[in-house]
């Protein structure tokens, strides 16, 4: 519960975070927030190591108070790396899809399965050690279905400098207890990389039909554009 008085804080945006630092499992929250006059209120469940990032706090009606972002961070151990003394590629997978599905229920509300996974690019080595951040955010909310980006950073463990290690694209499918998809609520981007994953989240989609035999290529008038000329 916070109380933020105008006579002590200055004009401007804030960020509030949420961590949890326990290892035992999902613990439930609630925020109340009283900021300039205005009242906020959340609450939710959050992963062990995990932090959740709320903004803005403006004091203004016209911008909406949400989660911006979601990081699960956690540490390299020796039994997770290969010979090389590096993480193991399957390894740091299933940490990805682990926070790629958490952003996707949380999304949706609704039971999430893994549908595919479109991309992904292991930039560099994970070394034994290593304080690893993976953030994943739903790019784009189809009918059932829901294409999360995931970023995956390490630290330096004297400069605390982050370095971008690994990227993925996942699907993910909203379903209910019968394992039937459901429909889902669409997302609206408002930065410039959400816009930007926004868009070309559709013309992965529909090159994702095309290898699949689901689309005709001449259907596809997205993907078309890149290769016709204006």
């Known amino acids: ?3 933020w ?7 401007g945006d804030y960020l509030i975070q949420v961590n949890c630092f326990s290892a035992s499992g999902p613990t439930n929250y609630t925020l109340d927030i009283s900021f300039f006059g205005m009242t906020y209120t959340s609450s939710g469940e959050i992963q062990p190591f995990e932090t959740i990032t709320y903004g803005p706090l403006s004091g203004s009606k016209s911008l909406e108070f949400g989660i911006i972002n979601r990081q699960i961070t956690d540490i390299v151990l020796p039994g997770e790396t290969n010979p090389l003394g590096n993480l193991f590629g399957g390894e740091l997978l299933a940490r990805m899809d682990r926070a790629c599905s958490i952003a996707a229920r949380r999304h949706s509300r609704r039971i999430v399965v893994t549908a595919s996974v479109n991309h992904v690019a292991f930039n560099k080595a994970v070394p034994v050690g290593s304080v690893v951040t993976i953030e994943a955010k739903v790019s784009r909310a189809f009918k059932s279905s829901m294409e999360v980006y995931v970023d995956v950073w390490i630290e330096d463990r004297e400069s605390q400098v982050r370095s971008k290690v690994n990227e993925g694209i996942y699907t993910f499918v909203a379903v209910d207890t019968t394992g039937t998809p459901v429909k889902i609520a669409q ?25 699949s035999g689901k689309m005709k290529p001449s259907e596809a008038t997205e ?4 290769f016709v000329e204006k």
């Not at 997302?187 to 290898?211: D, H, M, N, V």
């Not at 993907?223 to 890149?226: F, P, V």
């Open 1 to 3: 519960n916070i109380s």
């Open 5 to 11: 008085p105008a006579m002590t804080a200055p004009p």
């Open 187 to 211: 997302i609206i981007p408002e930065t410039e990389l959400e816009k930007q994953r926004y868009e070309g989240a559709l013309r992965r989609k529909q090159l994702s039909l095309i290898l």
């Open 223 to 226: 993907l078309k554009a890149l």
